[in-house]
């Protein structure tokens, strides 16, 4: 579990990442506003992602991002999923058995689709604005 202040979020993902290096498949939870994708995108950037190309995917779903130490990086969001059919689709199972970090937002909406590897990672706003990071 990780807690931290908004100007605390580059030593937060540090954190993070060093607690789940091997993991690949990330699935982010959290009420609208927690920050998934802000801490999505300080992930990627200390992951070696140029910050310029890491943006939010929830119009493409999906966005590539290429990292000098991890190869592809793949970014989901889920939102606007209505069932998940609309997944199978596009080949989500491609991204998943490709051997490289994906990381998840909404994964709600595909549930029935996660693989039994899935990392959940839950984001919490505290009560002073803090947000609270755990895995299970």
């Not at 889920?78 to 989500?92: H, S």
Request: with cysteine; hydrophobic share 40%.
């Amino acid at each position: 579990m990780i807690t931290f202040q908004k100007e605390e979020i580059a030593n937060a993902a540090k954190e993070f990442i060093a607690q789940n290096r091997d993991k690949l498949l990330l699935a982010f939870h959290g009420s609208m506003g927690a920050g998934k994708t802000t801490f999505i995108t300080q992930l990627c950037r200390e992951l070696g992602v140029d910050q310029d190309v890491i943006n939010s995917p929830t119009f493409s779903i999906v966005n590539e991002y290429l990292s000098n130490n991890y190869g592809m990086i793949y970014h989901f969001d889920f939102y606007r999923i209505n069932n998940p059919q609309e997944a199978l689709d596009f080949g989500v199972y491609d991204y998943f058995d490709s051997g490289n970090i994906c990381f998840m937002e909404w994964p709600e909406q595909i549930e029935t689709l996660l693989p039994d590897d899935v990392i959940h990672v839950n984001i919490i706003v505290n009560d002073d604005d803090s947000r609270t990071v755990s895995c299970s």
